[in-house]
Structure formats: structure tokens, C-alpha cells
């Protein structure tokens, strides 16, 4: 997996945001992504792009959300590409404090547009104005006491996150 072609580094990026890489017994193993069942296209092409046999199931079930929400899961066992995830940068286990960019040369716009398209939002306020949203775990501590001060104030404290 080149990470400096664009699909490659895209895929990356979303599995790191919304993959699960598992360990078994042995080196039973399995790396897998559950989307919303209307987007199961990004899982076909992940399929395409991935020279392993894996296969994309589906299931409803009832959610925080909704009474019946039907997901696609994409699913792949094989050892040598998860170990190839895993040395990129894929943790095994949960990884919502432990992932970083790839540690190896990446094309960076892609990665993140994963990252954000698995994590995030892009879009508009109801005033017109234009933002990207990120959802993370970091857990923040500010270094200043009262209310936290906006991030854009110049001089003002900042949070440090772990």
C-alpha cells in the first residue's frame, strides 16, 4: 500500500478514523469498517483497491439513533494486510488516542480528506459561513482558570491535550 498515491493514502486516513483492526488467537485477526448502509460504495471501492479477498456484509439493528438502522461492514482477515495496516499506523484495539499520521511518506490531502470524510463534517453555518468538524477523543486541559477563552484570541490560554 503506496501511501503516495491518492486512493491509498484516502483509504488509510478513513481507517484510521473509522476502521477496527482486531487481533485473535494465533494469527487469526481481522480488520473491519461498518458504515451506514447508503454507503456502502466506499466500501466496494476500498474492496477494489485491496489485492486480499474480504467481503462486505450487511446488518439492521436498533440503535441510540434510530429503532432499525441497517450498516454495511466490510471485513478482512488476511495476515499480511493487516500487519501492512498495523506498521503504517493502524493500532490494534481501540485507537482513539493512539493514532497519528502515516510514518511514512503520505499524500497529506488525501489522508486528512479520509480522516474527515470517516470523522468529520464539512459544510456551512446557518450564516453562510464555511467549517470543517472533527470529531476526536483528545481529552483537554486548560492551563488557565474560568471558562475556556476562544481558541483565536491572541495571548490567551490554550488547551493541552492527550
Not at 481481522?30 to 458504515?35: A, C, P, Q, S, W
Not at 467481503?55 to 441497517?70: D, P, V, Y
Not at 459561513?129 to 470529531?135: A, G, I, M, R, W
Amino acid at each position: 500500500m503506496d501511501l503516495e498515491v491518492p486512493d491509498y493514502a484516502y483509504m488509510f486516513g478513513f481507517l484510521q478514523a473509522d476502521g477496527h483492526l482486531s487481533k485473535g488467537t494465533g494469527q487469526k485477526g481481522r480488520m473491519t469498517v461498518e458504515l451506514s448502509a447508503r454507503d456502502v460504495g466506499i466500501l466496494h471501492e476500498f474492496q477494489r483497491l485491496t489485492p486480499y479477498n474480504s467481503n462486505i456484509s450487511g446488518r439492521t439493528r436498533s440503535t441510540n439513533f434510530a429503532a432499525s438502522h441497517t450498516s454495511a461492514i466490510w471485513s478482512l482477515c488476511a495476515l499480511e494486510a493487516r500487519t501492512k495496516l498495523n506498521e503504517l499506523g493502524l493500532p490494534y484495539g481501540r485507537k482513539s488516542r493512539t493514532i497519528a499520521p502515516p510514518r511514512v511518506p503520505f499524500s497529506q490531502r488525501d489522508y486528512l480528506r479520509g480522516v474527515i470524510d470517516a470523522d468529520g463534517s464539512v459544510g456551512f453555518t446557518a450564516k453562510g459561513f464555511p467549517f470543517v468538524s472533527l470529531t476526536t477523543r483528545a481529552v483537554c486541559h486548560w492551563t488557565a482558570s474560568g471558562p475556556p477563552p476562544s481558541l483565536s484570541t491572541p495571548g490567551r490560554a490554550r488547551p493541552t491535550c492527550a
